[in-house]
Structures are given as structure tokens and as C-alpha cells.
């Protein structure tokens, strides 16, 4: 089993920041690809972004490239999400996803272990 245990979430104005964080344990985490999700109320889960099981490799949804950025540190079995520039259409739960699988995917179905989420809301 694995349980992967998100934070960082909070409130903040439109234009600042956040880092949320998700710590994965239970399993060989350095082995798998991670995923970050969201959903916001009344809307279906999305695709935010992913990273390979090395970190070399990353995929973004159109939404947030160039302002979120996704990396892990495979020492301590953790993946982080580095969110500049939020809007208020950013405002969600966001949940990390572990894909038992060296390569990334955007699919919601292809990860197998997820977190119970965060939730980022942000203020116009």
C-alpha cells in the first residue's frame, strides 16, 4: 500500500503564491511517476501537471504552464507543486497521484494511490 499525504494548501490573493507538498510513503516512491490533480466544486477532476519517476521529464496542462512547476525530491519521497501567478479559476482541491508506472500521464485513471487532497483557494 501506499499513502501519500498532501499539504500546503491555503487562502491567498490573486497574483501570490503557494507550495504544496506531497509525502508519499508505504512503497519505493523513486520508482513511480507522480501527478497532481484538482477539482474545483461542480467541475470534474483535472490534470495539472506530472513527473517522470527521475523528475527529468514534466508534462503541464495548458492552464498553468509557465506558472506552476512540479518537482520531487526522490531522497525524501516527496513531490512538490511550486504555484506562481494564481488566479482565482485556480481555486480547487488539489490532489497528488502516484502511477505505478516509470512514465507520466495525463489520464485520471491511470494512477493507482491518492491523496485525500488540499484546498487552495484564491481571492480576487
Known amino acids: 500500500q501506499v499513502q501519500l499525504v498532501e499539504s500546503g494548501g491555503g487562502l491567498v490573493q490573486a497574483g501570490g503564491s503557494l507550495r504544496l507538498s506531497c509525502a508519499a510513503s508505504?512503497?519505493?516512491?523513486?520508482?513511480?511517476?507522480m501527478g497532481w490533480f484538482r477539482q474545483a466544486p461542480g467541475k470534474e477532476r483535472e490534470f495539472v501537471c506530472s513527473i517522470n519517476w527521475s523528475g527529468g521529464s514534466t508534462k503541464y496542462a495548458d492552464s498553468v504552464k509557465g506558472r506552476f512547476t512540479i518537482f520531487r525530491d526522490n531522497a525524501k519521497d516527496t513531490v512538490r507543486l511550486q504555484m506562481n501567478s494564481l488566479k482565482p479559476e485556480d481555486t480547487a482541491v488539489y490532489y497528488c497521484?502516484?502511477?505505478?508506472?516509470?512514465?507520466?500521464?495525463?489520464?485520471?485513471?491511470?494512477?493507482?494511490?491518492w491523496g485525500q487532497g488540499t484546498q487552495v483557494t484564491v481571492s480576487s
Open positions: 508505504g512503497r519505493t516512491f523513486s520508482s513511480y511517476a
Open positions: 497521484a502516484l502511477r505505478r508506472h516509470v512514465t507520466y500521464s495525463s489520464d485520471y485513471g491511470a494512477y493507482d494511490y
